[in-house]
């Protein structure tokens, strides 16, 4: 008989670096997780990604198995890694937060794609570069 799943937890964590400790802990507890599993797998599998922040489904089942899969870091977190800052601008109409490129708009899209919704690169672009437009980074050719 098949696993039925009963739960599908999202959560953000450190790559590498996760730990039982809150914000993680608490809500691999609820879920009926095995923390200490769950963190082990997770590092093991995101050590090649130390340090940047890995979006993680985790799928658990009625015998409080689960599974995981890791997506590609959030869209502003590689925006704000290309033009080298800690954080865009809070008001996008009034300052900009920096500068961004055309082609370093498309490596963006280009390694995000997996996780987007667009059938081409120019597609994937347009999204980032409407979340480059949100966060105040200014694009140009």
């Given at each position: 008989?098949a696993?039925?799943?009963?739960?599908?937890?999202?959560?953000?964590?450190?790559?590498?670096?996760?730990t039982?400790?809150?914000?993680?802990?608490?809500?691999?507890?609820?879920?009926?997780?095995?923390?200490?599993?769950?963190?082990?797998?997770?590092?093991?599998?995101?050590?090649?990604?130390?340090?940047?922040?890995?979006?993680?489904?985790?799928n658990?089942?009625?015998?409080?198995?689960?599974?995981?899969?890791?997506?590609?870091?959030?869209?502003?977190?590689?925006?704000?890694?290309?033009?080298?800052?800690?954080?865009?601008?809070?008001?996008?109409?009034?300052?900009?937060?920096g500068?961004?490129?055309?082609?370093?708009?498309?490596?963006?899209?280009?390694?995000?794609?997996?996780?987007?919704?667009?059938?081409?690169?120019?597609?994937?672009?347009?999204?980032?570069?409407?979340?480059?437009?949100?966060?105040?980074?200014?694009?140009?050719?």
């Amino acid at each position: 008989m098949a696993k039925e799943l009963i739960k599908q937890v999202k959560v953000q964590a450190v790559g590498g670096k996760a730990t039982p400790a809150p914000p993680l802990g608490p809500v691999l507890g609820q879920a009926g997780i095995n923390i200490g599993e769950f963190v082990n797998q997770f590092n093991e599998q995101t050590r090649e990604r130390m340090g940047e922040v890995v979006p993680v489904v985790i799928n658990v089942y009625d015998d409080r198995s689960f599974d995981f899969v890791t997506k590609v870091s959030p869209m502003s977190r590689l925006i704000l890694k290309k033009i080298g800052k800690q954080k865009g601008s809070g008001k996008n109409l009034v300052s900009k937060g920096g500068t961004i490129t055309k082609a370093q708009v498309r490596e963006v899209a280009e390694e995000k794609m997996p996780d987007l919704n667009a059938a081409s690169i120019e597609a994937a672009m347009k999204i980032v570069e409407g979340s480059c437009y949100s966060m105040g980074v200014e694009i140009v050719d």
